[in-house]
């Protein structure tokens, strides 16, 4: 089992493929599809990072998948144009468990 980054910029790629990650930039919702397609198919890949905004994008398709249970398991992570809030980690922690950092 390997990771597997779908990513929308440059930087975000590159940061991962110098930590050994292989993966793809995409540029438009329909390269991103088209690369999540291979990657679903693929049998040897067991995570699959995609960037934030990519995840927006393919909602329709991610969604059912992460319910699945299936692998790849599919982790949203952020990029440096950050879709989250500044705080979204405290809140995060807050909504969880209840303590207030």
Not at 21 to 32: M, Q
Not at 33 to 43: G, I, N, R, S, T
């Amino acid at each position: 089992m390997r990771y597997f980054v779908i990513s929308d910029n440059t930087d975000t790629h590159v940061g991962l493929r110098l930590a050994g990650i292989e993966g793809v930039v995409v540029r438009s919702r329909e390269e991103a599809l088209a690369a999540l397609d291979q990657v679903f198919d693929d049998p040897t890949v067991g995570i699959l990072l995609i960037t934030e905004s990519l995840a927006e994008q393919c909602a329709d398709k991610l969604a059912p998948r992460k319910m699945e249970g299936r692998t790849p398991l599919v982790v949203e992570i952020p990029d440096r144009h950050g879709v989250r809030a500044k705080d979204a980690i405290t809140r995060y922690i807050r909504e969880a468990i209840g303590v207030k950092m």
